[in-house]
T-cell receptor
């Protein structure tokens, strides 16, 4: 069964360091999402891609976060510099291209658990 | 703006008991989708069901069943004869459907942690 791949699974970094997460969506899924999940909360969207284009990054803290999906397949989310409040689970999800009044279920990867010390 | 409320933070049941997880949503749209996801301790969110706003038929899948009531903006989830493997955090989510930036995004509730005691 096709899965969304993410790496690393766990990351510990010091405050002010740079950190990057990688996501490989299910083959054929044009839409890719990055979510942040703080402990005890539901996931919150950071950025949404349709192929290589950003559809929505209104919730992405652009002073320190960046995301790219250069070839419309895999994606990288970067934080520089990391802050203590960035400690969370970072989840990647993918779905078929939504449109024309239809939406499709999002399939999630295992996530990257980030701890900033 | 859309909102999803899961009022039950934690529920504990004894194995084989039935349990219902509540979900109430708010949206201005007439067309939307509702979802349930399961998050076991491993952390990965597992898709359980998608329901569109025009389909109010209840659905049953094995021990799982869902009750969608537009009149009360609720989409409740029932597990019959619960098992230890059902222990997880369950999230209800809403996706509005419109054109433009932010389309089809999921808005999640805060989740309900279910513990099934053997």
């Amino acid at each position: 069964e096709a899965e969304v791949a993410q790496s690393p699974r766990y990351k510990i970094t010091e405050k002010s360091q740079a950190v990057a997460f990688w996501c490989d969506p299910i083959s054929g899924h044009a839409t890719l999402y990055w979510y942040r999940q703080i402990l005890g909360q539901g996931p919150e969207l950071l950025v949404q891609f349709q192929d290589e284009s950003v559809v929505d990054d209104s919730q992405l803290p652009k002073d320190r976060f960046s995301a790219e999906r250069l070839k419309g397949v895999d994606s990288t989310l970067k934080i520089q510099p990391a802050e203590l409040g960035d400690s969370a689970m970072y989840l990647c999800a993918s779905s078929l291209a939504a449109g024309q009044g239809r939406t499709y279920e999002q399939y999630f990867g295992p996530g990257t658990r980030l701890t900033v010390t | 703006a859309q909102k999803v409320t899961q009022a039950q933070t934690e529920i504990s049941v004894v194995e084989k008991e039935d349990v219902t997880l509540d979900c109430v949503y708010e949206t201005r749209d007439t067309t939307y989708y509702l979802f349930w996801y399961k998050q076991p301790p491993s952390g990965e969110l597992v898709f359980l069901i998608r329901r569109n706003s025009f389909d109010e038929q209840n659905e049953i899948s094995g021990r799982y069943s869902w009750n969608f009531q537009k009149s009360t903006s609720s989409f409740n989830f029932t597990i019959t004869a619960s098992q230890v493997v059902d222990s997880a955090v369950y999230f209800c989510a809403l996706s509005e459907v419109y054109s433009g930036a932010g389309s089809y995004q999921l808005t999640f509730g805060k989740g309900t942690k279910l513990s099934v005691i053997p």
